[in-house]
């Protein structure tokens, strides 16, 4: 069936370093991607949304990239800091869906000082 | 900064019980949704809410569960007779429209035992 997945489960970093996280999905109707920051005992919160007309969107300290041929979703963190230890999640939903979104199992994202 | 709220934070609750779990959407939005996560999961989409009905919702939304925006501000999320297997976090979310940024608030966890 459809779904979102993420390659890796767990991801460490040293601080200052740039970190990496990917996300591949297989819906080739999705049509909005975002990735979202999860802390320990709190709601999903946004980081950064990128439509599927787009390839590239940066925000602060954050890119997003889109690869829509082999339908894989990147999520570049530069200077990473404590404060980014998180579990990352990218979802999508499909165009015309009213916002069912549909969310990555996580990447555990560990900061080392 | 406008934040969806959530009460309780954590409800523990027996077999068989109805539970309701309630959320203050940010005012300006006009689509309103349930997500859960069981621990250790992916966040998994209930429904969607907009122009006061369901627009979408997924197979786990069985007629156990409903939704309804009793007033102006409040959006709830209720079970009938809850199972084990509901245990999890709640999420709602927000937007102020369709694939826009969706928030999330900081969820109740349900326990049933």
């Known amino acids: 069936g459809e779904s979102v997945g993420l390659h890796l489960p767990t991801l460490s970093v040293q601080e200052g370093d740039n970190s990496i996280i990917n996300c591949a999905y297989s819906?080739?109707?999705?049509?909005?991607f975002i990735w979202y920051k999860q802390e320990s005992g709190k709601g999903p919160q946004f980081i950064i949304d990128i439509r599927s007309n787009m390839d590239k969107r940066q925000g602060q300290r954050v890119t997003v990239l889109l690869n829509k041929t082999v339908k894989h979703l990147s999520l570049q963190i530069a200077a990473t800091q404590p404060g980014d230890s998180a579990v990352y999640f990218c979802?999508?939903?499909?165009?015309?869906?009213?916002?069912?979104?549909?969310f990555g199992s996580g990447t555990q994202l560990t900061v080392l000082p | 900064e406008p934040e969806v709220t959530q009460t309780p934070s954590h409800q523990v609750t027996q077999m068989g019980q109805e539970v309701i779990l309630r959320c203050v959407p940010i005012s300006n939005h006009l689509y309103f949704y349930w997500y859960r996560q069981i621990l250790g999961q992916k966040v998994e989409f209930l429904v969607s809410?907009?122009?006061?009905?369901?627009?979408?919702k997924s197979e786990i939304f069985d007629d156990q569960f409903s939704v309804e925006r009793p007033d102006g501000s409040n959006f709830t999320l209720k079970i009938r007779s809850t199972k084990l297997e509901d245990s999890a976090m709640y999420f709602c979310a927000s937007s102020a429209g369709v694939n826009t940024e969706a928030f999330f608030g900081q969820g109740t966890r349900l326990t049933v035992v």
């Open positions: 809410f907009y122009n006061n009905e369901i627009s979408e």
């Open positions: 979802a999508e939903t499909p165009r015309g869906s009213a916002r069912q979104l549909t």
């Open positions: 819906n080739s109707a999705s049509d909005y």
